[in-house]
């Protein structure tokens, strides 16, 4: 399996660090990527050509894994969604906080217990927005436990919390595997299973849906 990796900024470093450790083959590109082919594409660029290069890859077939925010408007986000479906594509977002197993296991204990409400917050440098940066890391969150977000992003460093009941807290701890590979291993697992994915992307839609009319959830 080979896939390909397109930005080569921040998050594009990060992706391909990660995917040398994993002894993944891979070829990284700019906006200068047309003419390459892979197994899946990683979409790492700065997020207002998320949707462009997303809608072109999923309309030819091709596995996407879209670093957050998915899109910058809910309404590229619901076409990402509606053309995956249309093409029984796969689709996954970059939120690894989600693959963390140390979240994995507090999802399971909060469900346990019996979440009636969360409140998440984080912060530190940003290249968007607090809202944007954080915020797809925390709503994701929260949305994973089926309830509707009450989140505080902010640029002063603040690490990563997300409080259940007013009692159950999740830190954010330092994990083994990093929540990113196993996120890699995911979407790797799913290329070659060839099976739709989407819930991924329909996790994306929530997402930018809530970030860009947070107020609506009383944020």
Partial sequence: MQLGLIGRGVWGGVYAHNLRAMNVPF????????????????????PYSHFAIAREFIKAGVPVLIEKPMCMN?????????????????????????YSPAWRAFKAHAQHVGVQSVFATAGGPCQLSPWWDWGPHLAALCFDLSVDPVIHAT????????????????????????????LLSEFMSAIAEGKPHSDGIKMGLRVVEFLEHGKDYGC
Avoid at 28 to 46: H, L, M, T, Y
């Fill in 27 to 46: 070829w990284q590109a700019g906006r200068n990527f047309r003419g390459r082919s892979a197994d899946g594409i990683i979409i790492a660029s700065e």
């Fill in 74 to 98: 809910t309404a590229d986000a619901t076409e990402l969604l509606h053309l995956v479906n249309e093409h029984a594509g796969i689709g996954m977002v970059g939120h690894t906080r989600l």
């Fill in 155 to 182: 640029n002063t460093p603040t690490p990563l919390k997300v409080v259940v009941n007013n009692m159950l807290a999740f830190d954010d701890p330092p994990t083994e595997p990093m929540p990113l590979r196993i």
